[in-house]
């Protein structure tokens, strides 16, 4: 919501590059300050942080695909999210590997937190594209059908996320495996939609 609102903005005023290093350390520093997080809105604070820089890397990503790939970006895009759901499966075997050495989640997040800003590090120069310029006449408005489709999409993606948080939880808690097995489990849906 907050990227939907700010995002053009902040990328119209300070371009693509500042906009997609204010997301990815605003997700590095969400996620660093999490591990440390003893309350709740500490904790809670966090995790809105790293949803609404995470929502600038994308559009940006997003906005980049589409123009360098052009009527192709449909296959870009795609690919793009099958990188990011190997990334998300890899995320749920890493924290059963901490918490089977006996180490706590904060660890498994801080792995993600130092494989990130290696990420940043190693391709924090490629060069990027200007936003491409775009007139638009007036303030048209969208037609019933494209609102029917988003509200569809809002709540697939609202389940989808409620699955990838609190499948480990519901494994541990209703199914009754051990911790570790639960976490290792919850990198099946991340491995099926990649698999998709």
Request: charged letters at 10%; proline letters at 4%.
């Amino acid at each position: 919501f907050v990227t939907g609102m700010f995002g053009d903005w902040l990328i119209r005023r300070y371009g693509r590059r500042r906009v997609l290093w204010l997301g990815a350390l605003g997700m590095l520093g969400g996620a660093a300050l999490l591990c440390v997080a003893s309350a709740a809105w500490f904790s809670i604070g966090s995790c809105a942080l790293m949803g609404a820089s995470g929502g600038l890397i994308l559009i940006v990503v997003t906005a980049l695909l589409s123009e360098l790939h052009g009527d192709r970006r449909n296959v870009a895009l795609a690919e793009a999210s099958a990188v990011a759901y190997a990334f998300g499966t890899v995320a749920p075997l890493v924290m059963s590997l901490c918490l089977s050495l006996a180490l706590s989640w904060r660890n498994a997040v801080l792995v993600g937190v130092v494989f990130g800003g290696i990420i940043l590090l190693w391709f924090g120069r490629t060069p990027l594209p200007n936003s491409a310029v775009i007139s638009t006449p007036g303030h048209a408005s969208l037609p019933a059908p494209y609102w029917i489709y988003w509200c569809a999409l809002t709540m697939a993606i609202a389940i989808e996320f409620c699955i990838l948080l609190w499948a480990p939880e519901f494994l541990q808690q209703v199914v009754g495996l051990p911790a570790t097995s639960a976490a290792a489990a919850a990198a099946v849906f991340g491995l099926a939609m990649l698999t998709g």
